[in-house]
Nanobody, 122 residues
Framework: VQLQASGGGLVQAGGSLRLSCAAPGRTFINYVMGWFRQASGKEREFLAGIRWRPESAWYEDSVLGRSTISRDSTKNTMYLEMNDLKPEDTAAYYC????????????????WGRGTQVTVSS
């Protein structure tokens, strides 16, 4: 599955962003999808995942309560809405696809999209 992440940008601390992940011409119905981020000089970390059907989501503690992962089946697109952004949220954000539910590391994901940069200014 070829993935495309978008929606990153420059935002002030306390602001919000909604990231999108799409797979043109493909469907996510048989996959679980996830969001990751990688700050400069750090390892890629898991943020949230969602099973397409039946819909079910799980989050990493670092974003729990500030982020919402969702999907729109009609647009075949996954989203990550992030609120109350902090400078430490600055990173490249990636989406990924897997057949395995509940993963919390980079291992086990079949496909990765190119990152979209999120920069949070203080």
């Amino acid at each position: 599955v070829q993935l495309q992440a978008s929606g990153g940008g420059l935002v002030q601390a306390g602001g919000s962003l909604r990231l999108s992940c799409a797979a043109p011409g493909r469907t996510f119905i048989n996959y679980v999808m996830g969001w990751f981020r990688q700050a400069s000089g750090k390892e890629r970390e898991f943020l949230a995942g969602i099973r397409w059907r039946p819909e079910s989501a799980w989050y990493e503690d670092s974003v729990l309560g500030r982020s919402t992962i969702s999907r729109d089946s009609t647009k075949n697109t996954m989203y990550l809405e992030m609120n109350d952004l902090k400078p430490e949220d600055t990173a490249a954000y990636y989406c990924a696809a897997s057949k395995i539910y509940g993963l919390r590391t980079v291992h086990g994901w079949e496909s990765w999209g190119r990152g979209t940069q999120v920069t949070v200014s203080s």
